[in-house]
């Protein structure tokens, strides 16, 4: 319901009119928090991303270890899971779990394409965090700026009136 002539609302009670100041710093804080929250998921995205890549290295070693032996081996029920679920394209000609040296090739290039995929990625998410925190520290700067005019003129306001 719209406030009454007497400027109350609906259950009596005067709603104060805000200053300029006021509403200024509102808007800032509210910018600044919606800029902290964009900064908290970048930076969880990323922190997720690098904890995949860091399960790629791994597999991708252990892929470069079952090469070396130089004979047809099985690939753990955890890789092909890990493979499976992050959709590597894994190359079987024979369709078991067990890979030829030249298969186990194939799986190191494909997991090598899929890490340097996900570190081009990682630094464009870089890239974003760092815009992203530069806003958030202009926000900030200007929130800074803001305070400091409004209490120099509040000062001057004061020692005006002391004369």
């Known amino acids: 319901m719209a406030d009454s002539v007497n400027n109350t609302n609906t259950l009596g009670h005067v709603q104060p009119k805000l200053s300029l100041e006021t509403v200024m710093m509102k808007a800032l804080s509210g910018r600044s928090e919606i800029l902290d929250d964009q900064i908290r998921e970048q930076a969880k995205m990323i922190s997720e991303k690098n904890e995949l890549l860091k399960e790629f290295n791994g597999y991708l070693q252990e892929a470069r270890t079952e090469q070396a032996k130089k004979k047809t081996t099985d690939m753990s029920p955890e890789f092909v899971a890990f493979i499976e679920r992050n959709d590597v394209n894994v190359p079987n000609d024979d ?9 186990w090739t194939a799986v190191i290039e494909n997991m090598q394409t899929e890490i340097d995929s996900l570190t081009s990625t990682s630094q464009t998410d870089l890239i974003d965090l760092q815009a992203l925190m530069n806003k958030y520290d202009e926000v900030i700067k200007q929130q800074t700026n803001f305070l400091s005019t409004s209490h120099g003129e509040k000062d001057s306001i004061i020692g005006n009136t002391r004369i």
């Open 95 to 103: 369709g078991d779990d067990r890979y030829s040296k030249d298969e």
